[in-house]
């Protein structure tokens, strides 16, 4: 039997939380169709960055890189860390150091009740977002120039890179290909940044054009988010950059019931990838028992998924669909359960 060795990162807040309800159903998965999977947590976060200072080490990092087949993570930020420096190190340094290129982010209504949008349902908001995770504005490249003075200057530079760009767009494409899925949406902002987004213009074009049997349309990002919400069934895969990816998937999770419910993964193909819901770490409720783990579970489908057990992340998503239907949910979405509560209601449901 191949054995997954999987990392864990549980973070801070409700990140712990929602993490040990989805170990505890990923160890019942294992239990029952004995899939290999080990654990192992490891020691960071707000806690240990206050104890001793530490957010990411290199041999950490070198170990996730060479030891791992995933990384499940919480969610990182606490209020006692107001730089936010370990969230940082950990997370963007992990996309960055373990080169995870892609950021999956399906936007999936599970059950109609859920829906903010009059006259909108399951059928009509279905897509994956395909965010380009490695470049763009998120790199720190930059600087500040007479700092806390009347005459600072801010710079913020954007990177595109050709290897870059191609990389993302052929990971939607291939992906729409793979999964019978009708169009790519290419969404950029072409029409104001003249250098960066002219290289995503053509680039899209070149690698379009191997996909004959894929309808592809491009939308400037404003667009995109008026047309997510006006009319959602239009998208079946989007495509775009690592700040427009960021704000539309959080438009997305409105859209799907909200950020309890979004998934995300971090993804290298055949490679270390990282797992984690959306949200972050909500110190407004943690320690209350009262946190949607169902994020957290889809992630670990997600996880399952690159680890070759597609099945299983069909089987979680029914189940979670199941607890929707039948109204086991935590407090944020009409329910009346706690975090623990909600994952005994899944298990009844997966099995
Ligand atoms: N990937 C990450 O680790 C990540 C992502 C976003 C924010 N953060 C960090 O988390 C901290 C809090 O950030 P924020 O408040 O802007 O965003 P947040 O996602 O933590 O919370 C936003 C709102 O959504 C609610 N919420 C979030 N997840 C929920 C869940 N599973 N169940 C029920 N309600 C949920 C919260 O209670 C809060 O009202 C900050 O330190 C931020 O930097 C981390």
Redesign the pocket.
């Known amino acids: 039997m191949t054995t997954s060795r999987i990392a864990v990162i549980k973070?801070?807040?409700?990140?712990p939380e929602?993490i040990d309800e989805g170990l505890r159903v990923l160890q019942a998965i294992d239990a029952r169709a004995g899939l290999g999977l080990t654990f192992e947590a490891l020691d960071l976060g707000a806690e240990r960055y206050l104890r001793d200072g530490t957010t990411m080490p290199a041999e950490t990092m070198q170990r996730l890189r060479t030891e791992f087949d995933a990384v499940y993570?919480?969610?990182?930020?606490?209020?006692r860390v107001p730089s936010?420096v370990h969230?940082k190190d950990i997370?963007l340094g992990s996309r960055f150091a373990l080169d995870l290129y892609i950021n999956l982010r399906p936007i999936r209504l599970l059950h109609d009740r859920y829906s903010i949008l009059k006259d909108k349902g399951c059928e009509h908001v279905d897509m994956m977002v395909f965010r380009e995770n490695t470049e763009g504005l998120y790199t720190g490249i930059g600087g500040q120039f007479k700092r806390d003075t009347d005459d600072e200057i801010a710079i913020e530079q954007e990177i595109n890179t050709r290897k870059g760009v191609e990389r993302i767009i052929r990971a939607a494409f291939a992906y729409a290909r793979a999964n019978k899925r009708k169009s790519v949406c290419m969404s950029d902002k072409a029409n104001a940044m003249r250098h960066g987004h002219d290289l995503w213009q053509r680039v899209w074009k070149l690698v379009a054009a191997e996909y004959p049997e894929i309808k592809t349309f491009h939308l400037y990002v404003d667009v995109l988010c008026m047309e997510m919400v006006r009319t959602p069934e239009r998208f079946d895969v989007i495509v775009t950059n690592n700040l427009f990816g960021d704000i539309v998937t959080d438009l997305g999770a409105a859209l799907q019931g909200?950020?309890?419910m979004a998934a995300s993964g971090n993804i290298f193909p055949g490679r270390v990838s990282l797992f984690?819901?959306?949200?972050?770490?909500?110190?407004?409720?943690a320690g209350k028992g009262?946190?949607?783990?169902?994020?957290?579970m889809l992630s670990a489908g997600m996880m399952l998924e690159h680890l070759g057990h597609a099945e299983w992340e069909l089987r979680l998503r029914e189940a979670v669909k199941a607890c929707l239907r039948d109204g086991k949910t935590?407090r944020?979405l009409g329910g009346d359960l706690g975090t623990r509560q909600v994952t005994d209601a899944l298990l009844e449901r997966l099995f």
């Open positions: 973070g801070d807040g409700i990140g929602v993570l919480g969610a990182l930020g606490d209020p936010n969230a997370l909200g950020l309890g984690e819901p959306v949200h972050g770490s909500a110190p407004d409720i009262i946190a949607n783990p169902l994020a957290a935590t944020e």
